[in-house]
């Protein structure tokens, strides 16, 4: 394991943790990368898998102007008719997806449940497509407060989604701690002030996550600093207790 102990003497204090959704609590990503292009070949507009990939970590709003540049068919009408359509293609992939945490999720949430540690969900996607995503793996119920793009006036990497996750969760910036695995979601937690794991994957590297104020490998590498800083803590404290 790492030597992550300026993370540990975070999760000491730890009592609020809130996750990104896509690619942190399940990983969307080829869902959503399907969704664009699909929209595409509806819509006659060639692409190859590396635009694909320059989609990733964007905002539909975002990613749907891009596309709509390329082809050269960017008006104000085209932009919402062709965000409406995105949507319902994604919404209608994730009701036929066998979707699964990664691995170490479900140890983070348990982990948290266990020490009373607030569990807080800010992700950019409507309300609809979260309740299709944590509906079936039945953890809706875990988190406290959920917030999403539809909730906020700008989506990441504004730090919009932040703000108002911790204001309802009613935990001081400083005990509060973000999980995020793209650029967009870590400059968001920064810029509200909000010390943020970066989890690095295929498409964000290091230098991509530099706003990340931690960066591990994976899910699982939480997964286990958490638990062992608050089974440490746990120790102690029944230590001071009987005097050991």
Not at 39 to 50: C, H, P, R, T, V
Not at 73 to 88: C, P, Q
Not at 180 to 203: H, K, L
């Amino acid at each position: 394991m790492k030597n992550y102990q300026a993370l540990k003497e975070k999760i000491e204090n730890l009592q609020a943790l809130i996750l990104d959704m896509d690619g942190v609590l399940v990983d969307t990503e080829p869902l959503h990368k399907k969704s664009f292009a699909l929209l595409m070949q509806e819509s006659n507009i060639g692409y190859d898998e590396a635009f694909l990939n320059t989609l990733v970590g964007n905002s539909v709003d975002e990613n749907v102007e891009t596309i709509l540049k390329k082809s050269g068919r960017l008006t104000n009408e085209n932009k919402i008719m062709s965000i409406r359509r995105r949507e319902a293609i994604y919404l209608e992939l994730l009701k036929r997806a066998d979707l699964h945490p990664p691995a170490g999720i479900e140890s983070v949430l348990d982990t948290c449940v266990q020490n009373h540690i607030k569990l807080g969900l800010a992700s950019s996607s409507v309300h609809e497509q979260i309740n299709a995503i944590l509906e079936p793996l039945h953890i809706y119920d875990r988190f406290a407060v959920i917030v999403s793009g539809e909730d906020v006036a700008e989506k990441k990497p504004a730090p919009d989604i932040y703000l108002k996750t911790v204001h309802e969760m009613k935990v001081e910036k400083k005990y509060c701690l973000a999980v995020e695995d793209s650029p967009a979601g870590a400059a968001s937690a920064r810029q509200a002030g909000i010390d943020c794991v970066g989890v690095t994957n295929q498409f964000a590297d290091a230098a991509a996550l530099e706003q990340a104020t931690w960066l591990v490998d994976s899910v699982a590498d939480i997964a286990e600093v958490l638990q062992q800083t608050l089974n440490e803590k746990s120790k102690r404290r029944s230590d001071d207790k009987t005097g050991i």
